[in-house]
């Protein structure tokens, strides 16, 4: 089976860093882009960032100040780096990745995880 699993999650004060990252394991042959969204209660389930396997990015754009996607290709890793973290900011952080599965499914998937917990509060 192939799974994402993310980590970084947890209580931090306003103003403060967190780092989340996403791995991608599996019987995978390659990773066409990976991501993060996130979703408030009550809210619907927004971009925070994307970065393609050529590198490109895309950010919310209320977003790009204070936060910065990376990846490691070589360890199927996405990590998203948040700094000047507000209280807005408080949500469950979910990774997204496109992956293409290896022979005899070679299927094209998007996958999700299971999301990690960010909040914000003094």
């Known amino acids: 089976q192939v799974q994402l699993v993310e980590s970084g999650g947890g209580l931090v004060q306003p103003g403060g860093s967190l780092r989340l990252s996403c791995v991608v394991s599996?019987?995978?042959?390659?990773?066409?882009?990976m991501g993060w969204y996130r979703q408030a209660p009550g809210k619907q389930r927004e971009l925070v960032a994307t970065?393609?396997?050529?590198?490109?990015?895309n950010y919310a754009d209320s977003l790009e100040d204070r936060f910065t996607i990376s990846r490691d290709a070589a360890k199927n890793t996405v990590s998203l780096q948040m700094n000047g973290l507000e209280p807005e900011d408080t949500a469950a952080y979910y990774c997204?990745?496109?992956?293409?599965?290896?022979?005899?499914?070679?299927?094209?998937?998007?996958?999700w995880g299971q999301g990690t917990l960010v909040t914000v509060s003094s």
């Open positions: 997204i990745a496109g992956v293409v599965i290896a022979p005899p499914s070679d299927k094209s998937l998007e996958l």
């Open positions: 599996g019987n995978i042959v390659r990773i066409t882009a």
């Open positions: 970065i393609t396997s050529g590198g490109s990015t």
